[in-house]
């Protein structure tokens, strides 16, 4: 396996290919112990040859690939932590991505848990801030979609009733504006998101409280804005994932 390693990384450094002989000096390895393993490498499609030179085969890219994100989610995971600690929240990164709510990543502490996910975030956007900033993104003809699909249902008592009403409330969000709810999702908590631009893509960072710190909302919300403004130069590809 490491010798296997061994001829991936010396392949993976010549970008226009390279023979075998080659390949076999530069790791060391003796000229019929490389061939086989290069033979066992374009068989499990981690290598290719092509006139006689090998190059990066199709699943050492999806290897490359799935790195590369795994990387990207640590930072982003990085970010959210540092964003926790500065502010003393749990905080949550979400996308709107092939018609659903994705909660990418979320940090929090024992000291200040994340909200339960007592029904799915999925099927309750209209009810959590996290949601509705991601369909205050949207165009009209994709809240109705997301609509038909997930109707607005009650979830808790300060639930907002009905389609119509939520559309109304959403189309008076002006852009880039911070979205709050106080106890629409969970009885106890009140949560605030902020808007991001990921391309074509919504995005939002979001964080909670307690409600009886309801008066920390807006404040915490404004720290929030202000952490991640600062990160987002570093986050630029990280949140893209």
């Known amino acids: 396996m490491q ?112 909200v339960e996910e007592w029904a799915d975030f999925r099927t309750t956007a209209h009810a959590h801030a996290i949601g509705q900033c991601l369909l205050a993104q949207l165009d009209e003809p994709a809240r109705r979609d997301h609509l038909d699909r997930h109707p607005v249902r009650p979830v808790t008592r300060y639930t907002v009733r009905d389609d119509e009403s939520l559309l109304r409330r959403l189309e008076r969000v002006r852009r880039m504006e911070p979205v709050t709810e106080h106890q629409e999702y969970a009885l106890g908590a009140v949560c605030g998101a902020i808007p991001l631009t990921v391309g074509s893509t919504a995005a939002t960072v979001a964080l909670s409280l307690p409600a009886r710190q309801a008066d920390r909302l807006m404040p915490a919300v404004r720290q929030l804005q202000y952490e991640v403004g600062r990160l987002l130069g570093s986050l630029s590809l990280s949140i893209s994932m």
């Open 3 to 114: 010798r296997a390693m061994r001829l991936l990384e010396c392949v993976a450094g010549h970008r226009y290919g390279a023979p075998a002989k080659q390949l076999a000096r530069e790791t060391g390895l003796a000229l019929p112990t490389a061939y086989h393993l290069l033979r066992t490498l374009v068989h499990e499609g981690y290598l290719r040859r092509d006139k006689g030179l090998f190059f990066l085969g199709e699943a050492a890219e999806r290897l490359s690939s799935s790195g590369a994100q795994q990387k990207r989610r640590g930072a982003l995971a990085d970010a959210l932590a540092h964003c926790s600690d500065a502010i003393g929240v749990p905080v949550y990164y979400a996308m709107y991505r092939d018609g659903e709510v994705d909660v990418v990543c979320v940090a929090d502490t024992p000291g200040a848990p994340a």
